[in-house]
């Protein structure tokens, strides 16, 4: 065909006789002008002027500008370019009906989309550089172009050409947009006056640019990079480079940050309050006020998704459109189309019809529709998570200040607990973010379905209604089903929670139950947990796989039911019926499974908000004058009192009540003049409530004296922490004032009794937001004895501790408490009993260096709760209580005088400390033995070699490698390692079983599709001929066969989602017995070195991902994949050519899929790793309220929970964010497939059954491609599980094998109990040095030895080495005459018995407790009770033997657990018994009792006793002293006293 650009069928195309304007060629040519004019002026600019100042000026974003009509005109540049498609599209085809080429018929329209293309271009780049002069030649253009444009259309109006053309409607269209976008020009001269005005408007970059820090652009960007996410390009790519953390991601634009999104919320809460504050009974609707804060982005979602879920619809539209004219023998074109003779332009205009009946016009139709399809729901997706975590940031931040102004009585009374706050924080906002992020669906849903029935209708006829009848009939029980998913879900946890608790207890009490050899019988307990835990996961794996099954069964139903009785009705079965119907299916399932889901989170969400109505509505703290500093200064009486010198040094060496009764006042400290003239604080006629209505304290009238120590004392329960509290304004006033001077109020430094520390580190709980000053800090921590605690920790007092760090003793908590309070700079502190968790020595010091030196120094007011007596000599003010109520206040002189039985109490009671104090200042004190505990976990964790990384990709990548393409490869690698240790963990022939059924599922699918090619291509048969016999029975044979593949493959769906199920439940019951028998059967050395919480977490978190979310993510990963490779294959073996351009498309979705899996697992380990500090905030905060409150540090406290929800909201904003990147990306390219396999199809002329299903199979790549990727992304995290429980197995088992045969073992063995220590040499591993050295002696059978020394010595490691719980590497330990190295290590445990120092007790019955091997009667029991003076306690139990102890036996006292440990021990009625300081952590009563009965009840055994009180031994047959790993002394007791040089002489004159 000629090619000419006016064309050539007649002469008169280049005639200009009549008018040039009358010429549609010049016309058209004409258009070519503004374009043409376009790409000459902004070329030039944006190739030479752009590209040399872009080569070396990075442009930051801080530049970034959006012009005025930034969106409208990109909307409508968009739109130009659809138009400019649709003519150009329009021009080819009528270009087909023209005997030679016209290129005028597109040729302008071409230019047209370079030059809309370039102006978007040129606008992007003008804005970024903020230089709107420039746009100038924009705005010519849009002006030439509407001229041009508007002739054209004026010419057509002339030549007849109406609306019934396409091209006059889309000339007419072009003219509206060009005039649009002259319009948009027009306004941005207007406001930014770059031209035609004298003064240039200036503006600034919005605040969020001019933070460098803000890294999330997407409200920023331009609406392409919006749509299409490229503004992540860089984030991704990235992460391939360093792994994304923190300092990446930023911080959060503004209208994102939780405060901006709080201040919305909590404006229409309050307005929603003022509507109901008239109306008793009545709760502001949280409902409404969520709608006013976040509607309007809800509502652009859902505008959004719908448009979406329309132009889904275009897939099965085109399908029908391009397949029903191959049934037909019609020409696609009709070319050689004489001219119409009335047409001056000589050329053929189709309508609009005829264009959308050409199929490569549908092609392309079909192609954008879907890009834009997919990216609407992209969009609509992004803006509803948006909204969602803004959402959840709001109510955060409302939860928050909810708490910090909660009532403590709320909290006290148990109206409001801390796992109920936890809840509304981690459950119910979750809740309520997550049915944000679907609630556009529950209005887009119905729509959805109801246009697809009624296009099913369209094409189906009644038949229709069939299939949609099978739907919605079996969609009831697809909601059963995933009702009781649900149940057996919360019945695993309720069974997986129960198994923590035990699984917890035994990490607890591992070294008891090792010295015991009762590790087989509580594993066994565990097991039993375990397996009914399984049998509830096996209910969870049916009812998922039958879930799974539903969702892939019932479209193959549908279809079924739907295709058989239109062919019994004797319809047309058609090609483009079938395929467009089965396009149809398939979009129509997924909103009705969908619906229930949602509609389940509706229910969820009305839950939540009524439980936040509650909690929001709930008793608040008053806010009196005095809390905010409002008052005035108060003048109050002086306080008659003595005035006083300075401080009296403690003396240990004089007994208290000897110093009580030489107090004089002339020892007393002076007092400054202005004190007397005001008190501190003043409480008149005070009455105070907990808010149970009854009074806690009543009748409270006293003073506290401003710059004076003020002591409180009395009974336990006699309401003296109810006083402080009173006085800080947390309980409820019935009656009275509190006043406050105002210069006193601002802030009181508060220890509480309970200690309460922070998830920070030691030197941030001290300063707690006040500047660090190093003197001060100092000061303070040697005035509370920390140093030598803080020098044991790893790294000092930068060493996180709380739930995240270092677990420190109740005593050292304390203290930190304590140091707290003395380090604020504030007038008052008050200290709440801080001496009740530390030992006589640490209280003397507090009290002369803390509280006498360092604030009595200061001047401060010190108001001090104690049940010390001893240091009332050193209080200028005294405050004595009794049953809530005040009985005496004054100085001591004063009660001495007036209260003269009141004083004699007190010295009765200091009496008696005294005779506890004879006994209690051994070396080894409470705070040693609390700083060897600490020293000892630190010892063995630091020497511990090299712990397994959890997070190395494969074994070898453990080395560090500076090659940056080597960590790109490792941090790109998938684990196969680990996934085949998963797979294989199942066993191999389920394995074998899933590959197989679902391989055979597929190819069973394919065949059902490739039958209705078969099917739909038969003959047509008419009703009203005669057939004989063989048609009629082909006819049946069509259905039946469709019929038995269709079936097969629901049975095969139910047999392939059983088998996955099936295969993770097996792997994850043989993971968790290997895991737990490899920890239970590790050695002691072990669990020394690995935290406690790592080990846990293998049980919890670990084992809860390869439980239920493995399976799931590994059956949607195979049927997504399989479902593409059979759809590329399909289309691949219809047209061969496909090849040429699914290679490149292969080659962009491996780049894809690469860059984003690194990129989404970085950021999903962000979000977990940010989602832990912040509700550990919330629950710090809501333990530590008083003190927050006290020290009035609510605003610091805000703050950092605004900043921790910021971050992990900034995580989850960029992991969505990722997901969407990876969305588009992969829905073009399945969009792209879908256009290639389109006009391959009609290219080839394939037959129409085959065209449909390549269409069909395409569309399904598009739905199914990011799945792949997304599942591939989410197993890889997952399968971090099973690599973190793989590296666990790898851990080395005690041998517990002997070279001696149990059996050879006598029965009664070791009868006599006679021990032999030869050259023994000990150590805790074999990389770490000896513990003890060539350490020998000789025990006589029945002797009582006592071993003693200083911390560090080895008395417990010879302990341990009697059970070879450490590495005996030279000598050895004979017990009666049998080596027990060579013992079975169950034999030589089992018959021996040992007291630990800490008394270890385990949930269950008393029974349990003492005899879990249960081999002893009771009798025997109850006799073991009675010698460890327990009988008569257990017996008033209910149930008495079988009396519940609960978790860690906290229903009894520590006295009673070691006293319920000897009866263990005596119950055993083992010949050697080893106490390792089982007196340390115990009371002197106690004691007493404990050194009785095992001088009495243990009289024939052998004693071993590691001592820690010096004078415990005193009585023994034989003394060992050690040092440094070696025997130093070693002979009788008195013969060691009478040698005054000897170092057990030195330790009991320090005893004494």
């Given at each position: 065909m000629s090619l000419s650009f006016c064309g050539n069928d007649r002469n008169t195309s280049y005639n200009v006789d009549e008018g040039v304007l009358n010429n549609g060629c010049f016309v058209d040519a004409l258009n070519l002008v503004p374009h043409v004019f376009l790409l000459f002026i902004t070329f030039p600019i944006l190739f030479i002027g752009w590209g040399s100042q872009s080569s070396k000026v990075q442009i930051h974003h801080n530049t970034w500008l959006h012009f005025p009509g930034h969106n409208l005109r990109w909307l409508l540049t968009f739109i130009l370019l659809f138009v400019h498609v649709c003519e150009i599209s329009e021009g080819i085809v009528s270009d087909g009906h023209m005997k030679s080429r016209h290129l005028h018929l597109f040729m302008p329209a071409l230019m047209g989309f370079i030059a809309a293309t370039t102006s978007i271009v040129y606008y992007h780049n003008i804005e970024t550089s903020n230089f709107p002069k420039l746009l100038l030649a924009l705005f010519f253009y849009w002006v030439l172009a509407f001229i041009t444009k508007t002739v054209k259309l004026v010419f057509y109006c002339r030549s007849d050409i109406g609306i019934t053309k396409l091209r006059f409607c889309i000339t007419a269209l072009l003219v509206i947009l060009y005039g649009l976008l002259m319009a948009v020009e027009m306004n941005v001269i207007r406001v930014r006056k770059y031209v035609f005005f004298k003064n240039q408007q200036k503006v600034k970059p919005p605040?969020?640019?001019?933070?460098?820090?803000?890294?999330?652009?997407?409200?920023?960007?331009?609406?392409?990079?919006?749509?299409?996410?490229?503004?992540?390009?860089t984030v991704i790519i990235s992460a391939h480079k360093r792994p994304i953390d923190l300092k990446i991601v930023g911080k959060l634009p503004i209208a994102m940050r939780a405060r901006t999104n709080y201040f919305c919320l909590k404006d229409a809460y309050e307005e929603q309050k003022k509507k109901v504050f008239d109306q008793p009974g009545s709760t502001p609707s949280m409902w409404l006020s969520m709608y006013r804060a976040f509607g309007r982005p809800i509502l652009l979602s859902s505008m959004f998704r719908y448009l979406a879920d329309l132009l889904g619809f275009a897939g099965p539209l085109c399908i029908y459109g391009i397949v029903n004219p191959m049934g037909h023998d019609q020409p696609q074109n009709q070319t050689n189309v004489p001219a119409n003779p009335n047409n001056p332009t000589d050329v053929y205009y189709i309508s609009s019809k005829q264009f959308l009946e050409n199929s490569y016009v549908l092609a392309v139709l079909l192609f954008l529709a879907l890009i834009l399809q997919r990216t609407f729901l992209q969009a609509s997706y992004y803006v509803a998570i948006e909204t969602g975590i803004n959402l959840r940031g709001a109510l955060l931040a409302m939860i928050y200040n909810k708490i910090l102004r909660l009532s403590t009585s709320n909290m006290s009374m148990g109206e409001m607990n801390l796992g109920q706050i936890n809840n509304l924080v981690a459950i119910e906002t979750n809740q309520l973010m997550w049915f944000l992020f679907l609630c556009p669906n529950l209005w887009a849903m119905p729509i959805q379905i109801i246009m697809g029935v009624v296009l099913l209708y369209y094409?189906?006829?009644?038949?229709?209604?069939?299939?949609?009848?099978?739907?919605?009939?079996l969609a009831p029980i697809q909601y059963f089903i995933a009702t009781k998913l649900a149940d057996a879900q919360k019945n695993t946890l309720d069974y997986s929670t129960e198994r923590l608790k035990k699984t917890n207890e035994i990490l607890k009490g591992i070294k008891?139950?090792?010295l015991y050899s009762w590790e087989t019988i509580f594993c066994h307990n565990v097991e039993d947990t375990r397996m009914k835990e399984l049998r509830s996961l096996k209910s969870f794996a049916v009812y998922t796989s039958l879930s799974i099954f539903m969702n892939t069964a019932i479209p193959i139903a549908a279809v079924l039911a739907t295709f058989v009785v239109y062919d019994l009705l004797k319809m047309q079965f058609t090609p483009a019926v079938a395929f467009a119907s089965l396009?149809?299916?398939?979009?129509?399932?997924?909103?009705?499974?969908?619906?229930?889901?949602?509609?389940?989170?509706?229910?969820?969400?009305?839950?939540?908000?009524?439980?936040?109505?509650?909690?929001?509505?709930?008793?608040?703290?008053?806010?009196?004058?005095?809390?905010?500093?409002?008052?005035?200064?108060?003048?109050?009486?002086p306080c008659k009192k003595h005035t006083t010198a300075h401080t009296k040094v403690i003396n240990r060496k004089q007994p208290l009540r000897y110093q009580l009764?030489?107090?004089?006042?002339?020892?007393?400290?002076?007092?400054?003049?202005?004190?007397?003239?005001?008190?501190?604080?003043?409480?008149?006629?005070?009455?105070?409530?907990?808010?149970?209505?009854?009074?806690?304290?009543?009748?409270?009238?006293?003073r506290i004296p401003t710059g004076q120590l003020t002591m409180i004392v009395g009974q336990v329960g006699c309401g003296k922490s109810s006083l402080l509290l009173a006085a800080l304004g947390e309980m409820q006033t019935i009656s009275g004032k509190v006043y406050w001077s105002n210069k006193n109020r601002n802030s009181v430094a508060y220890a509480a009794q309970k200690p309460w520390l922070l998830n920070a580190t030691v030197e941030e709980n001290i300063t707690f937001g006040s500047p660090f000053v190093k003197q001060r800090y100092k000061a303070v921590t040697d005035a509370c004895s920390l140093q030598p605690d803080i020098d044991l920790l790893p790294f000092g007092d930068q060493t996180e501790i709380g739930e995240r760090g270092?677990?420190?003793s109740g005593g050292q908590r304390q203290r930190i408490c304590v140091a707290r309070a003395l380090y604020q700079n504030t007038n008052i502190v008050f200290l709440d009993d801080p001496f009740s968790a530390l030992d006589i020595h640490l209280s003397d010091h507090l009290m002369q260096e803390g509280i006498l030196k360092f604030l009595q120094e200061d001047k401060r007011t010190v108001v001090l709760v104690t049940h010390k007596l001893q240091y009332l000599t050193h209080a200028d003010w005294i405050i004595a209580m009794k049953d809530g109520t005040i009985l005496r206040e004054g100085t001591l002189k004063d009660i001495q005088n007036n209260d003269t039985e009141l004083y004699e109490h007190w010295k009765t009671l200091m009496n008696r400390q005294d005779q506890e104090l004879e006994k209690d200042t051994d070396i080894d004190n409470q705070t040693t033995l609390e700083r060897k505990t600490l020293r000892r976990a630190m010892y063995l964790r630091e020497a511990k070699s090299q712990m397994e990384d959890e997070d190395e990709e494969e074994e070898n990548e453990e080395e560090d490698d500076d090659d940056m393409s080597t960590v790109m490869r490792l941090r790109t690698n998938l684990p196969w390692r680990a996934c085949w240790k998963y797979l294989t963990s199942g066993g191999f022939s389920l394995l074998f079983l899933m590959i197989f059924s679902k391989l055979i599922k597929h190819a069973v699918f394919v065949a059902t599709d490739c039958w209705l090619i078969v099917w739909t291509s038969k003959p047509e048969i008419q009703v009203n001929q005669t057939t004989d016999s063989t048609e009629m029975e082909s006819f049946n044979q069509y259905v039946a066969v469709f019929s038995i593949l269709s079936v097969t493959g629901i049975i095969l769906c139910l047999v392939t989602s059983l088998t996955v199920e099936w295969m993770g439940f097996s792997a994850a019951k043989n993971l968790h017995h290997n895991l737990l028998n490899k920890i239970i059967l590790a050695p002691i050395s072990f669990f020394d070195t690995t935290p406690l919480g790592q080990i846990l977490n293998r049980f919890s978190a670990d084992t809860n991902i390869i439980d239920q979310h493995i399976p799931p993510a590994l059956e949607s990963l195979t049927r997504s994949t399989l479902l593409c490779l059979s759809a590329i294959g399909l289309i691949f073996y219809a047209i061969p050519k496909f090849i040429i351009i699914l290679v490149p498309l292969l080659i962009a979705f491996y780049f894809i899929q690469k860059y984003f899996r690194v990129a989404s697992k970085d950021l999903q380990e962000l979000d977990d790793t940010t989602q832990l500090p912040l509700l550990c905030h919330f629950s710090e905060t809501a333990e530590g309220l008083t003190t927050i409150r006290a020290f009035r540090h609510e605003f610091r406290f805000r703050e950092r929970m605004l900043e921790l929800t910021d971050t992990n909201n900034i995580a989850y904003l960029f992991l969505s964010a990722a997901n969407r990147w990876l969305e588009v990306r992969t829905d073009y390219l399945g969009a792209f497939i879908v256009l290639t396999a389109a006009v391959g199809s009609i290219t080839c002329k394939l037959t129409p059954g085959l065209v449909g299903l390549s269409l069909t199979y395409a569309l399904t790549i598009t739905n199914y491609l990011n799945w792949v990727v997304r599942n591939l992304a989410d197993l890889e995290v997952q399968i971090g599980a099973v690599k973190k429980v793989n590296s666990f197995l790898s851990t080395e088992s005690e041998n517990y094998e002997g070279s001696i045969d149990p059996s050879q073992v006598p029965e009664d063995w070791p009868q006599h109990g006679e021990i032999r220590i030869q050259d023994l040499c000990v150590r805790y591993d074999s990389s770490l040095k000896p513990v003890l050295k060539h350490v020998k002696a000789y025990i006589h059978p029945g002797q009582k030895v006592g071993i003693c020394g200083r911390t560090g010595s080895g008395k417990s490691s010879l302990s341990l080495a009697f059970f070879r719980m450490v590495d005996i590497f030279e000598g050895k330990i004979v017990i009666d005459n049998i080596d027990i190295t060579k013992l079975p290590l169950q034999t030589l445990r089992s018959r021996l018995s040992i007291i630990l120092q800490d008394p270890i007790l385990f949930s269950g019955s008393i029974r349990f407790n003492l005899d879990p091997e249960c081999k002893c009667n009771d009798d025997r029991l109850w006799e073991a009770l009675e010698i460890a003076q327990l009988k008569n306690r257990v017996k008033a139990l209910p149930g008495g033997l079988d009396a519940l102890v609960t978790e860690g036996g906290e229903n009894f006292s520590v006295g009673q657990r070691q006293l319920f440990c000897l009866a263990r021990a005596f119950v055993r009625k083992s010949s050697i018994l080893i106490m390792d300081e089982a007196t340390a952590s115990i009371d002197m009563a106690t004691e007493n009792i404990l050194q009785k009965v095992v001088m009495t009840a243990f009289a024939d055994r052998t004693v071993v006793t590691i001592a820690h009180r010096v004078h415990t031994i005193l009585t023994a047959d034989l003394v060992i002293v050690m040092k440094r790993g070696v025997i130093l002394e070693s002979d009788k007791p008195e013969r060691l006293l009478a040698d005054e040089d000897s170092i057990f002489s030195s330790f009991v004159r320090a005893d004494m």
């Open positions: 605040e969020d640019l001019q933070d460098l820090g803000v890294r999330f652009l997407q409200p920023f960007v331009n609406l392409l990079s919006k749509a299409t996410y490229w503004w992540m390009n094409f189906l006829d009644k038949s229709a209604l069939v299939g949609a009848a099978v739907i919605v009939l008891l139950l090792k396009s149809l299916f398939h979009i129509l399932v997924t909103p009705l499974f969908l619906l229930s889901t949602v509609v389940r989170f509706a229910v969820k969400a009305m839950i939540s908000v009524q439980k936040l109505n509650e909690f929001f509505v709930s008793d608040e703290i008053r806010e009196e004058s005095w809390r905010n500093g409002t008052s005035s200064s108060v003048s109050l009486e009764e030489t107090h004089d006042q002339s020892f007393r400290r002076q007092l400054r003049p202005t004190e007397t003239e005001e008190v501190a604080v003043k409480i008149a006629n005070g009455c105070f409530s907990w808010g149970s209505g009854m009074a806690t304290l009543s009748d409270i009238n006293i270092i677990n420190l």
